[in-house]
Nanobody, 120 residues
Framework: QVQLVESGGGLVQAGGSLRLSCVAS????????MGWYRQAPGKQRELVAT???????NYADSVKGRCTISRDNAKNTVYLQMHSLKPEDPAVYFCKLQYYTGSFFPYDYWGQGTQVTVSS
C-alpha cells in the first residue's frame, strides 16, 4: 500500500517562506512524477507545481517565481520551497504521487494534505 506523508505546513507571515516535504513509501516500483496541489475552502483543487523523474518542472502562473519544486529520488521525497507568501496562498496543500507498480500506466495517489496559513 502506498503512503504519502506531508509536512512543513503551518502559519507563515506574509512575505515569509515555507518548505513543504512529502515522503512516499509503500509498494512503489518507480516514480514518474510528484507534485503539489492546493485547495482553499470552497474552491477547486489547483496545481501548484510538479516535477518528473527527469527533473522537468511545471508551475502554476500564480506561484511562478515564488516557488521551487525539487525532489530526492533516492528518498522518494518531493519538496516545495515557497517564499514571498501572499494572503491568497493559504490553503491545504496536497502532495500527489504518480507511480508505477508494474503495470504499463502509472497510478495517481494523493496525500492527506498539510495546512498553510498566511497572516497579514
Amino acid at each position: 500500500q502506498v503512503q504519502l506523508v506531508e509536512s512543513g505546513g503551518g502559519l507563515v507571515q506574509a512575505g515569509g517562506s515555507l518548505r513543504l516535504s512529502c515522503v512516499a513509501s509503500g509498494t512503489i516500483l518507480s516514480i514518474n512524477s510528484m507534485g503539489w496541489y492546493r485547495q482553499a475552502p470552497g474552491k477547486q483543487r489547483e496545481l501548484v507545481a510538479t516535477i518528473t523523474r527527469g527533473s522537468s518542472t511545471n508551475y502554476a502562473d500564480s506561484v511562478k517565481g515564488r516557488c521551487t519544486i525539487s525532489r530526492d529520488n533516492a528518498k522518494n521525497t518531493v519538496y516545495l520551497q515557497m517564499h514571498s507568501l501572499k494572503p491568497e496562498d493559504p490553503a491545504v496543500y496536497f502532495c500527489k504521487l504518480q507511480y508505477y507498480t508494474g503495470s504499463f500506466f502509472p497510478y495517481d495517489y494523493w496525500g492527506q494534505g498539510t495546512q498553510v496559513t498566511v497572516s497579514s
